[in-house]
């Protein structure tokens, strides 16, 4: 974190120019990464230290971070500059991409990282200065003087206002540049691995770039989001109404989306007559507010499968509503219903005044109850609030690499260890090489889908058990023997020191780290490998292959593969 203003005005100069650009250079290493791996507010430590307890991580970096803000400083008169201050405008150049998209820039003569949301590398624009967080500072774009250097037309319409598909209009391979170049970056500066010590391979481009989501969740709304020049447009009541996805920002307004080009064809046209029929005043069905809390329609979630038999396409449609009213949707239904891949149409019933999707009661309104998928030769039962692997094509490959790196030998001699193992789909598809597979995970409705998924498939040799594995105790390896290989998937926060401090002491020959967070993947391998001096905990692991896999284009989000063995 950044020393305050008022501490420079007491420091001695003791840094030539030359240092002072080293230490510069340093400053935009770090801020192109994930903020929240580099810097924090106080208040924002003591929140992560609740949500991961990697306390001693915390007070490591944020002690760099000081040192080298207090050896940047040159003198008062660049602080101007240096230090942008809110509602500043700047011209600045977009230098590349990072954390949730946003474009990295340097302000000129200082070098001072300030970040962008929708900026692109190459693009030079005018931009405003929103706040200032510790060693960098949040730009909002106000005019674009030059466009960056990959510019196509992107062809989805709501490009420039959903916050979903941000890079739709940089070339695909320019996002897969910006994304292999990020993955790098957070291996050296977070991670702390050399150049030597990452042997990273391409990044994986997924073949079909649009029209590759199983599952779209669209909210309805009270107020529609409207762009700056047609604000003044008085809209009331149904006029008002919108179905489509929250613009970034408001969790109040609901930008109207009339396709998306992320779901299927059948998705699709299962939005569109939604679209024409929920306004009509005869139906009398209303939006929820999220503010009054008044309303009976909150959610649209689309997931799409296909019939393990004829390999066709299968819709689910659930309708998430404040109360259970079926005679209100029964107009929306029979439109529906006429849909051929529509097989079922379900109604999550949600009371409570938060925004989740998933329902405390669950009807069955039409046809069945779940929807079928197939992936590495299995077949997989989905229901309405199951968790599955949202591009099921890109899943293909993502399982086949991990299964490669588990190594198997297929003599079905080998435990498997599955971490965060969700539905079972990481286990399932891998015990056909092995002896056993003991899987772990905190959701109780997954493990169920887990092991209904196991019996589906004639599987025996897999046991799931539900378990927070934020708080493994010592006793925990004493449920499962000792095994050949470690699967580990956690979720965007990354693994729990204890969690760390348990796979330090198996020892397990192979650890396969699935990352959806390579900020948090970097962090975790750090401590796997290198060990926390500060705890005196020593790592025991050389990582042998990372590889990138880009699950989701147009979107900020990177999957990756590690492999490591124990040294």
Partial sequence: MAAPMHSFRHLTIIHSQFHRLQKLQKFHSLASLDPSSVTQYPERQQQRRQETGLKTQENRVINKNKKDSI?????NNSFSSFFPKRGQTLE???????FKGKGVCK?????FVVLCDRALPGERFIGRVTRRKGSYAEVTKVKTMSPHWDI???PCEYASYCGGCKTQNLSYEAQLRAKEQQVLELMIHVGKFSLEDVDMKSIVPCDIKFHYRNKMEFSFGSKKWLPRELLEEKQDGIENYALGLHAPGFFDKVLNVDKCLLQSEPANMVLAIIQDVWRDPQLGLTPYDVKSHVGFL?????RTGRNAKTGLHELMVNFVTSSYKPQMLKPLVEKISTIPEVVSIMNNVNSSVGNTSVGEEEYTLYGKSTITETLRGLTFQISANSFFQTNTHQAEVLYKLIEDCAGLGGDNSEIVLDLFCGTGTIGLTLSKRAKHVYGYEIVPQAISDACRNAELNGITNATFVQGDLNKVGESFGNNFPKPDVVISDPNRPGMHMKLIKFLLKLKAPRIVYVSCNPATCARDLD???HGVKEQNIEGCYKLK??????MFPHTPHIE????????
């Fill in 71 to 75: 050896e940047s400083n040159v003198d």
């Fill in 92 to 98: 600045l150049v977009c230098e590349s991409l990072a």
């Fill in 107 to 111: 302000v000129a003569d200082t070098g």
């Fill in 152 to 154: 196509i037309d992107a």
């Fill in 298 to 302: 909150k959610h649209l979630m689309l």
């Fill in 527 to 529: 401590y796997l490998c």
């Fill in 545 to 550: 292959s990372l590889q990138p896999v880009d």
């Fill in 560 to 567: 990756c593969v590690c492999l490591l063995e124990l040294r």
